[in-house]
């Protein structure tokens, strides 16, 4: 049987895929998005009330994961993308799974967590594991805003 510490490795590489080389965060984002797959289709208003449970859900276990492994690996350490999948799925809240959302979602929540405008900087200095996740979860709810500003103002992604 796998130990707390194990699983928060698994989890938190987002399955290893924070192993992979050059900028763990896009390979992360790409996990989180991919994940929703099965979903092709579906309305963001079927869908949300799940995504958004999978996301607290997800929020919470990271916290607990990143809280661990940052005792081995130091403060926020790269490898660690589960915070990434979070904040995809939060930028993709209330929105149809298919391809141009997708899309759209993968580059604004890249640009919102690479650049961390807003003060979600600051976020990051929160201890135990809430700094690594919540600077990613404010990231997705920026992303999501502006995917909405978008739909609403000039009809994209509709």
């Known amino acids: 049987m796998l130990s707390k510490y194990h699983w928060s490795k698994i989890l938190g590489t987002?399955?290893?895929?924070?192993?992979l080389p050059i900028a763990p965060g896009t390979w992360g984002t790409g996990v989180?998005?991919?994940?929703?797959l099965p979903f092709w289709g579906c309305s963001?208003?079927?869908?949300?009330?799940?995504?958004?449970?999978?996301?607290l859900l997800a929020l919470l276990v990271g916290v607990r994961a990143a809280a661990i492994v940052e005792k081995e690996w130091g403060e926020d350490p790269s490898p660690f993308v589960l915070d990434e999948?979070?904040?995809?799925?939060?930028?993709?809240?209330?929105?149809?799974?298919?391809?141009?959302?997708l899309f759209a979602a993968f580059f604004l929540f890249r640009f919102f967590d690479i650049f961390k405008p807003l003060g979600i900087?600051?976020?990051?200095?929160?201890?135990?594991?809430?700094?690594?996740?919540l600077d990613d979860v404010a990231a997705g709810v920026a992303a999501n805003a502006v995917m909405w500003l978008g739909t609403?103002?000039?009809?994209?992604?509709?």
């Open 121 to 133: 900087r600051r976020l990051e200095r929160l201890p135990n594991g809430w700094g690594v996740m």
């Open 44 to 55: 963001g208003s079927v869908l949300w009330p799940w995504l958004l449970a999978a996301s």
């Open 152 to 158: 609403a103002v000039v009809g994209l992604f509709s």
């Open 14 to 19: 987002g399955f290893g895929s924070g192993w």
């Open 85 to 101: 999948i979070v904040g995809a799925w939060i930028t993709m809240l209330a929105f149809p799974i298919d391809f141009w959302h």
């Open 32 to 36: 989180g998005l991919l994940l929703l």
